[in-house]
């Protein structure tokens, strides 16, 4: 499966951004995807997650209550609608997706053999 991601930019503390995931190639078998996000000097970190049949959801602590992932079937698309943004949000965001649910943390980068390119979020104070 191949991924893009789009939708960043440059928002004020408190604002509103959507970022989409297009997935293209062998999209009829995949399990779940998500996001991630990474700060300059920080590692990689989960965002979010959403499993393809049924829709269920799991978010990082940080960003619950104020970012939603969801999909478009039709589309092969996820969004990630993110809300009350603040400046710690800053980092690049990339999508991910897997086609198992596998043996590891669906948290984990490693839970993931997809990746799109990134889109960079920034958000001022």
């Known amino acids: 499966v191949q991924l893009q991601a789009s939708g960043g930019g440059l928002v004020q503390a408190g604002g509103s951004l959507r970022l989409s995931c297009a997935a293209s190639g062998r999209t009829f078998s995949v399990y779940a995807m998500a996001w991630f996000r990474q700060a300059p000097g920080k590692e990689r970190g989960f965002v979010g997650r959403i499993v393809w049949s049924g829709g269920s959801t799991y978010y990082a602590d940080s960003v619950k209550g104020r970012f939603t992932i969801s999909r478009a079937n039709a589309k092969n698309t996820v969004y990630l609608q993110m809300n009350s943004l603040k400046p710690e949000d800053t980092a690049v965001y990339y999508c991910?997706?897997?086609?198992?649910?596998?043996?590891?943390?669906?948290?984990?980068?490693?839970?993931?053999?997809?990746w799109g390119q990134g889109t960079q979020v920034t958000v001022s104070s």
């Open positions: 991910a997706a897997t086609y198992s649910s596998g043996s590891y943390y669906y948290g984990s980068v490693h839970a993931y053999g997809y």
